[in-house]
């Protein structure tokens, strides 16, 4: 997560962890994004980072795959997904 977050400053945006995004219509009614790319003079969220597992063919792992799903849903942008187990 450190180099998300560090990739995210250095196009300079404001690096926040754990973003809480609510997702009423979710399995869940709140969703946390690994790293949020923060636009400071608008403070809208320019970008979102989910960092997990992945299965052997590549794709995130079921936990990881139905919060993307819920953040989309709400937000009606998908978070980019980082593997740490490559």
């Known amino acids: 997560m450190d180099e998300v977050t560090a990739d995210v400053e250095a196009?300079?945006?404001?690096a926040e962890r754990e973003h809480m995004v609510k997702t009423p219509e979710g399995a869940k009614s709140k969703r946390f994004v690994d790293v949020a790319g923060i636009n400071e003079s608008t403070d809208k969220v320019e970008e979102m980072h989910q960092v997990g597992r992945q299965t052997?063919?590549?794709?995130?792992v079921a936990r990881e795959k139905k919060a993307m799903d819920d953040i989309e849903k709400t937000t009606g942008k998908r978070p980019k997904f980082h593997p740490y187990n490559n």
């Open 56 to 60: 052997k063919d590549g794709q995130p």
């Open 11 to 14: 196009r300079g945006l404001k």
